[in-house]
C-alpha cells in the first residue's frame, strides 16, 4: 500500500492564479481530511470528507473547495490564492467505525503565494 | 479560548532525560486522546492512542489521561535524539478530531 499521496510536493504561486493539490489514498478508506499547518502552529481543519460526493467544511474553509467523485481521491481546489494561504496542506484518511480515530497522513504540499 | 491548550515549547533535552509533553482541553465530551509525532517537513504519525482515564504504555513512552483535571501527557523515557520531533496532542469525542498546536522537542547527544 502507498497510503496517502500528495501532489505536489513544492509549489510556488503568483497572487490570484489558481491550482489543485491533488491526495489519494489506496487505503478504502471513508474519511477524507485537508488540513493546513502554519510554521509553529497545530493543524486547522479546511475541509472533509465522510464519503464519495459528501464533503463539509472545517474550521477553515474560505478561499478553497473540494470534491470527492471516488473513494480514492479527495483534490483540494484553491482559488484566486493569496499570501495567506502560503502554509503547509496535508491530507490525511481514516477507516469508519474503529473505536480510534486514527488518521494516516501525506507527506504534505508546501505552497508560497507571493 | 481553545478546546485544546498544548505545552507551547520549544523543548531541549540532553539524551538519556525524562521528557514530559502536556495538554490541558475544555471539552468534556473528549473521550478519545491521541499522540501523533511528526517528524520535520514530514506529515503527522499516530503515537499513542488512549480511551478515557489511565496509563498506556508503549517501550519508552507513556500516555496519561486525567479526565477529572481535563489534563493529558505523555512521557518519553531514556529520550533518544531519534525522538527529536514534534508532538502533537489530539482528540476526539463523537465529532471530529482537535488538534493542539504541538511541542517541538529536541534531544541533544
Known amino acids: 500500500n502507498a497510503g496517502v499521496t500528495q501532489t505536489p510536493k513544492f509549489r510556488i504561486l503568483k497572487i490570484g492564479q489558481s491550482m489543485t493539490l491533488q491526495c489519494a489514498q489506496d487505503?478504502?478508506?471513508?474519511?477524507m481530511y485537508w488540513y493546513r499547518q502554519d510554521p509553529g502552529m497545530g493543524l486547522k481543519l479546511i475541509y472533509y470528507?465522510?464519503?464519495?460526493?459528501?464533503?463539509d467544511k472545517g474550521e477553515v474553509p474560505n478561499g478553497y473547495n473540494v470534491s470527492r467523485s471516488t473513494t480514492e481521491d479527495f483534490p483540494l481546489r484553491l482559488e484566486l490564492a493569496a499570501p495567506s494561504q502560503t502554509s503547509v496542506y496535508f491530507c490525511?484518511?481514516?477507516?469508519?467505525?474503529?473505536?480510534?480515530?486514527?488518521?494516516?497522513f501525506g507527506p504534505g504540499t508546501r505552497l508560497t503565494v507571493l | 479560548q481553545k478546546e485544546v491548550e498544548q505545552d507551547p515549547g520549544p523543548l531541549s533535552v540532553p539524551e538519556g532525560a525524562i521528557v514530559s509533553l502536556n495538554c490541558t482541553y475544555s471539552n468534556s465530551a473528549f473521550q478519545y486522546f491521541m499522540w501523533y509525532r511528526q517528524y520535520s517537513r514530514k506529515g503527522p504519525e499516530l503515537l499513542m492512542y488512549?480511551?478515557?482515564?489511565g496509563n498506556k504504555e508503549d517501550g519508552r513512552f507513556t500516555a496519561q489521561v486525567d479526565k477529572s483535571s481535563k489534563y493529558i501527557s505523555l512521557f518519553i523515557r531514556d529520550s533518544q535524539p531519534s525522538d527529536s520531533a514534534t508532538y502533537l496532542c489530539?482528540?476526539?469525542?463523537?465529532?471530529?478530531?482537535?488538534f493542539g498546536d504541538g511541542t517541538t522537542l529536541t534531544v541533544k547527544p
Open positions: 487505503m478504502n478508506h471513508n474519511y
Open positions: 489530539a482528540m476526539k469525542g463523537a465529532g471530529k478530531s482537535t
Open positions: 490525511a484518511s481514516r477507516l469508519a467505525g474503529g473505536r480510534t480515530d486514527t488518521q494516516y
Open positions: 488512549t480511551y478515557s482515564s
Open positions: 470528507s465522510v464519503g464519495a460526493g459528501i464533503t
